[in-house]
């Protein structure tokens, strides 16, 4: 599959496999990430591995796991990290539905049009925002033990809709980042001390989840390499749930991909 994603609206195609590039891409990126953790003195086996359902995210996991001599059985996989759903549109010539009138109205309603427009059958940035979020702060970071790491693969759109939330900028800013197929996104959480609003501090070794959102391209379209994100936290203990802050401390990092390789 390697449909052109400036032309047809990708959406999930969950059952798509990862093409002979693609597969070239995810073993580049779980040798990448077993170097950044052995330069960071961390085992293998303190990474905990999740993934959403889509079989291109799931063997872009496998592909980090194998890198990382893990058991395969380690992957945890959920529906909740999977592709904003397109629903009708899905396949359909980008410029046929999104139109110059559509787009124009999210620029002059961001918080309206643009955060809650929902394709036919469909789910908006805020619904995937939402339960992205939700993810990680009540499934991911909670699971996290001190000097640990998790890796999440996930997918274009919805990481860009995480973004959005842990930045707290316009929803117009998610259709204004770019992040390859396999690319690297780190975030960092910081759990908020007692008594305090949790709102600032920085994240450093041993703080939070540093998440590393590592995997594939913007849409689903881009099957060369699986659609992701993958959570590269480093655990320690939670406050109670969702109280610290996030940090984006890397985006679309694709240094582990020669220029021939990048989609």
């Given amino acids: 599959m390697n449909l052109r994603v400036s032309e047809f609206i990708g959406g999930r195609t969950n059952h798509s496999p990862l093409t002979p ?135 274009g759109m919805a990481m860009k809709c995480t973004l959005r939330g842990i930045l707290h900028s316009l929803p117009t800013m998610s259709r204004n980042i770019c992040t390859g197929n396999t690319s690297l996104t780190e975030l960092g959480f910081t759990p908020c001390e007692p008594g305090s609003s949790g709102r600032n501090g920085a994240t450093s070794s041993g703080n939070g989840g540093n998440a590393t959102s590592s995997g594939g391209g913007n849409a689903a379209a881009r099957a060369d390499g699986a659609d992701g994100g993958a959570l590269d936290g480093r655990g320690s203990s939670l406050g109670p749930l969702g109280e610290g802050s996030w940090q984006l401390l890397r985006l679309n990092d694709l240094s582990h991909l020669s220029y021939a390789h990048r989609t």
């Fill in 21 to 155: 590039l693609g597969e070239q891409q995810a073993a580049a990126l779980g040798a990448h990430l077993r170097a950044e953790l052995a330069h960071a003195g961390v085992p293998p086996s303190r990474v905990r591995v999740y993934s959403s359902t889509a079989v291109r995210a799931v063997d872009t996991a496998q592909a980090v796991i194998k890198a990382l001599q893990l058991d395969p059985s380690c992957l945890t996989t959920s529906e909740q990290l999977l592709e904003l759903d397109q629903g009708e549109w899905q396949g359909l010539r980008r410029h046929e539905c999104y139109t110059p009138e559509l787009t124009a109205a999210f620029t002059a309603d961001p918080w309206g049009t643009a955060w809650h427009f929902t394709p036919p059958g469909g789910e908006s940035q805020a619904q995937v925002e939402q339960r992205m979020l939700a993810y990680l702060t009540r499934t991911v970071l909670p699971r996290l033990q001190p000097g640990e790491r998790a890796v999440v693969v996930s997918h």
